[in-house]
């Protein structure tokens, strides 16, 4: 358990939000970003997370968002940029601004809150201090449809040694790559058949798997620079 609390940006649904509320279950405070009012915050808040709302499709909006999250806290623990847009690629007059947009979420977004919050990681009392990058498999494969998506999170991939070696030894940044880890609300059985026959593991875990390996990442004072598989075993097929 630390003082300082744990952000995690894009907290208020899937993943993030279930990071979020077992790392208050372990007693954590926490903070979350959120793109849009929607009725799992208000959960959240009950619990006693704070909630910032952040617009990172531009420049101005992250660093408002950064400007709110000092307002907020004087230290933090943790930075989990877990903040997504699977968008898929378009192929007409608005491709460029898809692709800005997904470079601001995905790279601009941690880029600039790594650097303006490294003071609030730097206050932090506890022993150890970390920024982890929610990237994703198809960084290391690439995409079909999701072009412009899969390069943004091979960006923030890189950007995990850069920061690594950046800020050494006091502060440890790491990255988790996730396949499919859970179903969508209309996703139907032939789907989930589909996407357990794309790992080794052939299933769908489910978000606990991240929350262990985000809990590996915090509570290991020996590892930096490393992008941690939570695939199944999709490299094998």
């Given at each position: 358990?630390?003082?300082?609390?744990?952000?995690?940006?894009?907290?208020?649904?899937?993943?993030?939000?279930?990071?979020?509320?077992?790392?208050?279950?372990?007693?954590?405070?926490?903070?979350?970003?959120?793109?849009?009012?929607?009725?799992?915050?208000?959960?959240?808040?009950?619990?006693?997370?704070?909630?910032?709302?952040?617009?990172?499709?531009?420049?101005?909006?992250i660093l408002d968002f950064?400007?709110?999250?000092?307002?907020?806290?004087s230290s933090l623990r943790?930075?989990?940029?877990?903040?997504?847009?699977?968008?898929?690629?378009?192929?007409?007059?608005?491709?460029?601004?898809?692709?800005?947009?997904?470079?601001?979420?995905?790279?601009?977004?941690?880029?600039?809150?790594?650097?303006?919050?490294?003071?609030?990681?730097?206050?932090?009392?506890?022993?150890?201090?970390?920024?982890?990058?929610?990237?994703?498999?198809?960084?290391?494969?690439?995409?079909?449809?999701?072009?412009?998506?899969?390069?943004?999170?091979?960006?923030?991939?890189?950007?995990?040694?850069?920061?690594?070696?950046?800020?050494?030894?006091?502060?440890?940044?790491?990255?988790?790559?996730?396949?499919?880890?859970?179903?969508?609300?209309?996703?139907?059985?032939?789907?989930?058949?589909?996407?357990?026959?794309?790992?080794?593991?052939?299933?769908?875990?489910?978000?606990?798997?991240?929350?262990?390996?985000?809990?590996y990442l915090l509570d290991?004072?020996?590892?930096?620079?490393?992008?941690?598989?939570?695939?199944?075993?999709?490299?094998?097929?």
């Amino acid at each position: 358990m630390s003082a300082s609390p744990i952000l995690i940006t894009g907290g208020a649904q899937r993943l993030g939000r279930h990071c979020a509320e077992r790392l208050v279950d372990d007693g954590h405070p926490v903070i979350v970003s959120y793109r849009r009012e929607r009725p799992e915050l208000e959960a959240l808040r009950s619990r006693g997370v704070v909630t910032l709302a952040a617009d990172f499709a531009t420049e101005a909006g992250i660093l408002d968002f950064i400007a709110r999250l000092k307002q907020q806290t004087s230290s933090l623990r943790a930075i989990v940029h877990n903040a997504s847009d699977w968008a898929p690629d378009c192929h007409d007059e608005q491709a460029g601004a898809t692709f800005e947009r997904l470079f601001r979420v995905h790279m601009l977004a941690p880029y600039l809150i790594n650097l303006h919050c490294r003071e609030l990681l730097e206050a932090c009392g506890e022993p150890q201090r970390d920024i982890v990058h929610m990237t994703d498999f198809v960084a290391q494969k690439g995409s079909k449809k999701h072009a412009a998506y899969a390069a943004t999170k091979a960006g923030l991939a890189n950007l995990t040694l850069s920061f690594a070696a950046m800020y050494a030894p006091r502060i440890q940044v790491n990255a988790i790559a996730p396949a499919l880890i859970m179903l969508g609300e209309h996703d139907d059985e032939a789907y989930a058949e589909q996407a357990r026959a794309k790992s080794a593991m052939a299933m769908v875990p489910g978000p606990g798997v991240i929350y262990q390996s985000l809990r590996y990442l915090l509570d290991n004072r020996y590892v930096t620079g490393i992008t941690l598989p939570v695939d199944g075993g999709r490299h094998l097929r």
